[in-house]
């Protein structure tokens, strides 16, 4: 499986960070994060497997 760069953006004046996903050649918005939560949504919506342990991963 080749993996999609994902990043999540500097915080907006709201608060939330936008979060993206490089896929088949552009930047597809993923959503608006408020939350480590909400960030583990997207990344299960964007087929990452263990969300959750990618959080803590520096890489």
């Known amino acids: 499986m080749t ?3 994902i990043v ?3 915080p907006s004046p709201t608060g939330g960070r936008r979060v993206t ?3 088949h050649g552009r930047d597809e918005i993923l ?3 408020y939350s480590d939560h909400d960030l583990v949504v997207f990344l299960e919506g964007a ?3 263990d969300p959750a342990g990618v959080l803590d991963d520096p890489q």
Do not use: K, L, R
Request: hydrophobic residues 40%; proline residues 7%.
């Open 3 to 5: 993996s999609a760069p």
């Open 8 to 10: 999540v953006h500097w």
């Open 21 to 23: 996903a490089h896929h």
């Open 31 to 33: 959503g608006t994060a």
């Open 47 to 49: 087929g990452i497997s």
